[in-house]
C-alpha cells in the first residue's frame, strides 16, 4: 500500500479531468450544478486538464442492482439473523428476508450488467485520470427526507443514488468533499472517481482542493 501521506503534496498538474456537461445539469439542482462546476474551475487553477467525456449509463445495472447487494446483505447477516431477526429494523430486516429469496438467473443477470458496466467505466479511465460528478443530484436532505426517499428502495437507487452507487457496484475508489453550500448555508459536495488502485491520485487531488477553498473549516447552521 503506498504511503498515501507522504503523497499529498505532489504534482497534481497535467492530470486529466473527465467532466461530463450532461450528466452535470441532468435532473441536477441548479445549485449542485454550480458547485460542482465552480469546484472544476478551482481544479482547472490548479493545472487539471479537463477533458469532455460520456459517463456510461449505469442504469441497465442499478436497475437490477438488488439482485447483487441484496443476496450480498442477507450473506453478511447469515451467522445471526435467524437468532435474532427480533433485535432488526424493518428495513433492515426486509432486505434481508428479500435477498435471500433472489432467484439465481437473476443474479446472474446482474451481474452481466455489472461486467458491461465496469468494462465501459474501465475503457473511460482509459482516455482520464479522475472523473467529477456529484454526490446526490439534490441539494442536503434531512434525516426525515432521506427516509422518506428511502422508503421507495427502487426509486432511490435509480434517482438519488445514480452518482453515488454505481462505484459500489464497480469497486471504484471515490473520494467525497465538500464544495460549496446551498440557500440554507447546508453543505454541497463533489465525488472525484478513480480507476483501480488510484486512491493515491484521488487523496493528492483532493488535498490540493481542500488546501485552495474553505469548504472544509465551514460548519453549518444546526440550530
Not at 486529466?16 to 481544479?43: C, K, Q, Y
Request: charged share 20%.
Amino acid at each position: 500500500v503506498p504511503d498515501y501521506l507522504a503523497a499529498l503534496g505532489g504534482e497534481v498538474a497535467g492530470l486529466r479531468l473527465g467532466v461530463d456537461a450532461r450528466a452535470l445539469s441532468d435532473d441536477v439542482d441548479p445549485e449542485v450544478n454550480r458547485a460542482i462546476f465552480a469546484a472544476v474551475a478551482v481544479l482547472e487553477g490548479l493545472g487539471l486538464a479537463t477533458r469532455e467525456v460520456r459517463f456510461p449509463s449505469a442504469r441497465p445495472m442499478l436497475e437490477q442492482s438488488f439482485a447483487i447487494f441484496g443476496p450480498e446483505i442477507a450473506l453478511a447477516h447469515e451467522p445471526w439473523f435467524d437468532t435474532h431477526k427480533d433485535s432488526y429494523g424493518p428495513m433492515v430486516r426486509g432486505i434481508v428476508e428479500a435477498g435471500r429469496q433472489i432467484p439465481a438467473i437473476e443474479a446472474a443477470r446482474a451481474w452481466r450488467e455489472r461486467a458491461a458496466f465496469t468494462g465501459a467505466l474501465r475503457k473511460l479511465f482509459g482516455e482520464i485520470d479522475l472523473l467529477v460528478l456529484p454526490v446526490f443530484p439534490d441539494p442536503t436532505r434531512t434525516t426525515a427526507e432521506m427516509g422518506a426517499l428511502a422508503a421507495d428502495a427502487a426509486n432511490f437507487v435509480l434517482s438519488h443514488g445514480r452518482f453515488a452507487l454505481p462505484f459500489d457496484m464497480s469497486g471504484s475508489p471515490t473520494l467525497v468533499l465538500p464544495c460549496g453550500v446551498d440557500g440554507r448555508g447546508l453543505p454541497l459536495a463533489l465525488q472525484l472517481v478513480g480507476p483501480d488502485l488510484s486512491e493515491d491520485v484521488l487523496l493528492r487531488v483532493g488535498h490540493a482542493f481542500q488546501q485552495a477553498t474553505q469548504w472544509a473549516q465551514m460548519r453549518p447552521p444546526l440550530d
